[in-house]
């Protein structure tokens, strides 16, 4: 793939990204809007933020999906005709006719519809929550799915109605590629997890003493300069939910968590959102207010913040490097609690009802469980009303754990409340992915570990802008990790590295590394 060009090289292509660039911007509102409603917006702004936020995505579908549009993309895609295939203009015409004939696909009112109804469900979530009161969120739900049921019919599907809504976030993986994938990894984490759930689990408890609001800002923004995030071109905040929102290349906003009595909990999921943020700030400047100015999937956006929170963030060589300074930074806090301690509790293996708060080994039962759930109610072979207890059997047969409460059962995660069916196997895709690159990273870096060890993360981060962050959107997720890896996507990488760093951790259980 050659160094992308700028777009300005014809009229055409010039009068397509001027059209695109104003859609972009409205895009760019909703989406501050968005992330004000998780952060600052006052809880009685609820209903007046639906209907901005249902004018401004209506108003963006609208003008995108218009004859304009389209006249636009013919000029454009007759001035780029005969160019080289990896033209970073031929791909921004390739892109926009797939995204405008998905588009075209959908109604404006369905569009409209689901962004009222997604903001209205959200508090209903937060409500519904906070008072562990399923019932407040069902009809949201409800109505939710029977919106997403009618997305999938108008936007087509050759096997599945899923799979019109994984193509949302995972473009070109379907329901029974992620199904192939998950049967694989369920046969050899179901055992795994049970046995090393039942090993003597190292001391953990200091992890629980209380560090204050204001030294954990500290140490998150640290964080966040040391992995490379920028914190002139994005920002930290405080939300519910931790997430990344890339308003613009040069504006990526950022969320964690506050726990006083969990500093770890913020800690990773900083790690977490960087890489997020780390992605999305390292896309090419070209791509600015253009469809491309994005992550290839979210799939390969997952692999990007699995790979800083745990291949980095959780490996030896980072607190070798960051144990010091952590301890200096809570000074009274760690002081009597040693590096292979301190690295042995944040690795433990042990099943939780949380998913965000989950290991490595245990996750993606976790995100198994949410992909077969999310099936059966879209296939209506499973009611809203049965959705906690099929929760809770489900939870019950995979890692042992049965929630008492909604909160930390059916209500624990946002995303349903969002409208966002499809998007959960995107998780266990991006840290198969994230193995994968790493796998090749390390190939090609060497001495990744000492990079890493005395705090240099520049050839890591360097690698990934190479062959991932740049290109945004304009090669989907399996381009680019056959190009990164030589591979398409596999479970063998991600098994081999938690076979080899948890056989380490844990020599005495009687399970099969091999």
């Known amino acids: 793939m050659n160094r992308p060009a700028l777009f300005s090289e014809h009229p055409a292509l010039s009068r397509l990204c001027a059209h695109l660039a104003r859609i972009a911007d409205v895009r760019a509102a909703a989406a501050l809007l968005e992330w004000d409603q998780e952060t600052y917006m006052p809880s009685g702004a609820t209903g007046v933020r639906a209907e901005q936020l249902s004018t401004l995505h209506r108003l963006a579908h609208e003008w995108f999906i218009s004859e304009e549009t389209g006249v636009l993309l013919e000029a454009a895609a007759?001035?780029?005709?005969?160019?080289?295939?990896?033209?970073?203009?031929?791909?921004?015409?390739?892109?926009?006719?797939?995204?405008?004939?998905?588009?075209?696909?959908?109604?404006?009112?369905?569009?409209?519809?689901?962004?009222?109804?997604?903001?209205?469900?959200?508090?209903?979530?937060?409500?519904?929550?906070?008072?562990?009161?399923?019932?407040?969120?069902?009809?949201?739900?409800?109505?939710?799915?029977?919106?997403?049921?009618?997305?999938?019919?108008?936007?087509?599907?050759?096997?599945?109605?899923?799979?019109?809504?994984?193509?949302?976030?995972?473009?070109?993986?379907?329901?029974?590629?992620?199904?192939?994938?998950?049967?694989?990894?369920?046969?050899?984490?179901?055992?795994?997890?049970?046995?090393?759930?039942?090993?003597?689990?190292?001391?953990?408890?200091?992890?629980?003493?209380?560090?204050?609001?204001?030294?954990?800002?500290?140490?998150?923004?640290?964080?966040l300069e040391v992995v490379g995030f920028d914190l002139q071109r994005g920002r930290l905040d405080a939300s519910v939910h931790p997430f990344s929102t890339g308003i613009a290349i040069s504006d990526v906003r950022l969320t964690t968590r506050i726990d006083p009595h969990d500093f770890t909990s913020g800690l990773f999921a900083t790690l977490h959102e960087a890489g997020h943020g780390l992605y999305e700030q390292g896309i090419d400047p070209a791509l600015e207010r253009t469809p491309l100015a994005d992550g290839a999937s979210l799939g390969l956006h997952e692999s990007q913040s699995r790979l800083w929170e745990n291949l980095i963030g959780r490996s030896l060589p980072f607190w070798e490097y960051f144990f010091p300074h952590l301890q200096r930074l809570l000074e009274g806090v760690l002081d009597d609690v040693s590096l292979e301690a301190f690295y042995r509790a944040i690795n433990r293996v042990q099943p939780s009802l949380i998913r965000v708060e989950a290991d490595e080994v245990t996750y993606n039962l976790h995100i198994l469980l949410r992909f077969e759930l999310e099936l059966a109610l879209l296939e209506d072979s499973l009611s809203v009303q049965d959705l906690p207890e099929a929760w809770n059997d489900r939870m019950q047969c995979y890692l042992g754990l049965r929630p008492v409460t909604f909160r930390e059962g059916v209500l624990q995660d946002i995303h349903w409340s969002q409208g966002a069916f499809g998007y959960f196997p995107t998780y266990t895709l991006g840290n198969l992915m994230s193995a994968q690159l790493w796998e090749a990273l390390e190939q090609e870096i060497a001495d990744v570990a000492v990079y890493i060890r005395r705090g240099d993360f520049h050839p890591v981060l360097a690698w990934l802008r190479q062959q991932i962050h740049r290109y945004g959107r304009a090669w989907k997720a399996p381009v680019l990790l056959q190009q990164a890896t030589g591979n398409q996507l596999r479970v063998e990488p991600w098994l081999a590295y938690i076979r080899k760093k948890y056989q380490a951790l844990y020599p005495t259980a009687s399970v099969s590394w091999s």
């Open 78 to 223: 007759a001035a780029v005709s005969g160019w080289p295939p990896d033209d970073l203009a031929v791909r921004l015409v390739a892109v926009v006719r797939e995204d405008y004939d998905r588009a075209r696909r959908l109604p404006p009112e369905l569009v409209a519809a689901l962004a009222r109804t997604e903001t209205e469900a959200r508090e209903a979530w937060k409500q519904a929550r906070q008072e562990n009161n399923y019932m407040l969120f069902a009809p949201y739900l409800e109505q939710l799915l029977n919106l997403n049921r009618e997305k999938a019919e108008a936007l087509g599907y050759e096997a599945h109605p899923y799979d019109a809504l994984l193509e949302q976030y995972e473009p070109g993986m379907t329901t029974a590629d992620v199904q192939r994938l998950f049967e694989q990894l369920r046969a050899h984490l179901v055992p795994l997890v049970q046995e090393l759930g039942g090993q003597s689990q190292p001391a953990h408890a200091f992890l629980h003493r209380h560090v204050d609001a204001e030294r954990q800002w500290k140490l998150n923004r640290m964080l």
